[in-house]
């Protein structure tokens, strides 16, 4: 499996990045350093972006859903302080190295963040050409890692596809090398894209490079420049897969190389890359976890064969204790006679299967005997019978723990570790447009849209408005625009009215001086222009009406809170009461009021607890105040009951 993005990866995938990031603001960053990974979290355009930052393996914006760490690294903390409200203006490859330039401005100072996808990869902040900060310090041969040093590409052998030529190539065919690995190695443009330079210049990878005519350099030039082109032109990015199933590299484009393997198109390289590596990451914590269990299970048997070994010796010992035992009752009385004669120091009788073979000196005194073929040793000042009393104790207390091993053998044989599941991250569900805005579905069934701010209103109107679609505001600072998303001439009164109250109701200055009432008007949406008069100029989110003004007069400021489920999934309505009555009939109202915003929202949800079908309370208290907190208008307000 193909581990890390090689060079022509990178030059595929930048251009996206930076069409899809540029203008971008850092609003977080996280650091895993397990993983050597790098999160930035950006905001733009009325939607967030997480992008993903892996020291010498990849980068690029992720849409799974991934789990942040609670408590920041040093790193972390220290990144954050640098960029936090940056503005990402430019991405780009450090020539055609596996290095990647992310360019931001904070303020009025430029910094670059350096990301390193080579084997010991890093991740860098410079000003001005000097570090700043890096994931890890180091002092090496040729260049210093460090705050305060000035930043140096590691040494590189790696020549620009469209800068190589035959003087490059000719003294590495005499190497004696395989081609592909003249071209992967020496030339720095690594599998799978070498093979594939070789394929298309009708060489064999496996070839012995040697010198060859110039009909052949101009070859191998006119494949690196193919391969190149191709992969910047990344038209049909591809994710492959053996016979088996199991990933075996992703490129640019659709490889001649990869031939054997099934394939995936991607529309763009930046999905591609992160399919590819969210399940290459699962794939490498499986094998990480089956090896850490294929230890666990030797060590496991290894002891599990010391038990069992340890088993068999007590019960082979407490056989052998018996037996002594046995053979002593057996000829107690001529055993005690040779003892009683060993004591006093005369001279036995002899006995027909009990022979004296040594007196034992020493400082406790024994007789080694022969009694049935077995030699055994007794204490001269202990009566046999007790020495053969105490031999069946020791052997029964051998048999009793040999139960208790052979109990914690079996436990050992099924003492397998558990193996931790590997669960693919899921991907985040895809919002619909209207989600970046606040909105409800009319009594009527129509969409209506409201900006939140200025940057809202402006995207509101200039993305998403069509000439004839009614548009709503105020002339008190602090309006919104409100979109309904249908033709002005067939909108019914209904509509209208609910669109009307949600302009009044988030007129910020209005709800803040506690107004009951606004004055509204709405204008079709061809009718809006960025063009002011000569001499005056236009804000963010600010728009000129030309024509008519129609005015909805005395619009009164209210709306009502519920919670909507669906699909297991809790989400907070804030609409006017027509909205929202004809759905459900939990729902809170609240107006204009002195009410904290916290205080407010914890009262809405405590009564929205009461309202809702008992199955449902424990969904509504698991919602955060947070998530009510977005939905209210201005800073405070108050319930009616």
Not at 145 to 171: C, F, M, Q, W
Not at 284 to 297: C, F, G, S, Y
Not at 361 to 376: M, W
Request: aromatic share 6%.
């Amino acid at each position: 499996m193909q581990s890390t993005m090689t060079s022509f990866d990178i030059t595929a995938i930048v251009d996206e990045l930076e069409e899809r990031l540029k203008g971008a603001k850092v609003i977080n960053i996280y650091h895993l350093p397990d993983s050597n990974t790098l999160f930035l979290r950006l905001r733009l355009s009325g939607r967030t972006e997480l992008l993903v930052l892996q020291a010498a393996r990849r980068i690029c914006c992720t849409d799974y859903a991934l789990t942040m760490p609670e408590m920041p690294s040093q790193f972390a903390v220290e990144l954050r302080g640098e960029l936090t409200g940056g503005i990402l203006w430019g991405i780009s490859q450090l020539g055609f190295d596996r290095i990647v330039s992310i360019r931001l401005q904070v303020g009025q100072t430029d910094l670059e963040l350096l990301v390193e996808l080579l084997p010991r990869g890093n991740i860098l902040l410079t000003k001005n050409g000097i570090i700043e900060r890096a994931m890890f310090r180091r002092v090496m041969r040729d260049r210093r890692i460090s705050r305060g040093e000035v930043y140096k590409p590691p040494p590189s052998n790696t020549i620009h596809p469209e800068a190589l030529s035959a003087g490059d190539i000719t003294p590495l065919l005499s190497s004696g090398e395989k081609i592909g690995q003249v071209i992967a190695r020496r030339l720095g443009y690594g599998p799978p894209y070498s093979d594939e330079i070789c394929i298309r210049a009708g060489l064999r990878p496996d070839d012995v490079a040697v010198q060859g005519t110039d009909e052949k350099l101009e070859q191998i030039l006119e494949s690196v420049r193919l391969v190149y082109r191709m992969s910047k032109d990344h038209s049909s990015p591809r994710l492959y897969r053996d016979s088996t199933g199991q990933l075996s590299g992703f490129s640019a484009f659709e490889l001649m190389a990869h031939s054997g393997d099934s394939s995936k198109e991607y529309k763009t390289m930046n999905q591609l890359v992160d399919d590819y590596f969210v399940e290459f990451d699962a794939a490498e914590k499986r094998m990480r976890i089956e090896e850490a269990r294929r230890v666990e299970e030797e060590r496991g048997s290894r002891a599990e064969e010391r038990l069992r070994k340890t088993a068999e010796e007590m019960l082979e010992r407490a056989k052998m204790l018996r037996e002594d035992g046995k053979a002593i009752f057996g000829h107690l009385s001529d055993i005690n006679e040779l003892i009683d004669a060993a004591r006093k120091g005369r001279e036995a009788r002899p006995f027909e299967e009990v022979e004296l073979i040594e007196i034992l000196k020493g400082r406790e005194r024994a007789v080694k005997i022969k009694v049935s073929e077995r030699i055994l040793e007794l204490p001269l000042n202990v009566d046999a019978s007790k020495t053969a009393s105490s031999l069946f104790q020791e052997a029964k207390k051998l048999e009793e723990d040999y139960g208790i091993v052979s109990k914690r053998v079996d436990g050992q044989r099924q003492m397998t570790k558990a193996v931790e599941e590997v669960v693919m991250p899921e991907r985040r569900a895809q919002k619909a447009w209207f989600e970046n805005f606040r909105w409800f579905i009319s009594s009527d069934n129509i969409l209506v849209v409201c900006g939140k701010d200025a940057s809202s209103n402006e995207m509101l109107v200039r993305k998403y408005a069509k000439p004839n679609n009614p548009i709503f505001h105020s002339d008190v600072k602090g309006a919104p625009f409100v979109l309904i998303q249908s033709n002005f001439e067939t909108t019914p009164q209904e509509t209208m009215d609910e669109a009307a109250q949600m302009a009044a109701s988030h007129t910020t200055w209005a709800w803040q001086l506690g107004y009951a009432s606004l004055d509204v008007f709405w204008v079709n949406a061809s009718q809006l222009t960025k063009t002011p008069p000569s001499g005056e100029y236009l804000s963010r989110g600010a728009f000129m009406v030309r024509g008519k003004k129609n005015y909805f007069r005395g619009t009164q400021l209210g709306l009502a809170i519920a919670f909507m489920i669906a699909d297991g999934n809790v989400r907070v309505v804030s609409a006017p009461v027509g909205a929202i009555s004809n759905k459900t009939t939990a729902y809170v109202r609240i107006v204009p009021g002195t009410t904290e915003r916290k205080r407010l929202a914890a009262e809405i949800k405590a009564r929205l607890t009461e309202l809702v079908p008992e199955g449902e309370r424990e969904s509504i208290k698991a919602m955060r105040l947070e998530e009510i907190l977005a939905a209210l208008p201005a800073k405070g307000g108050k319930m009616l009951r």
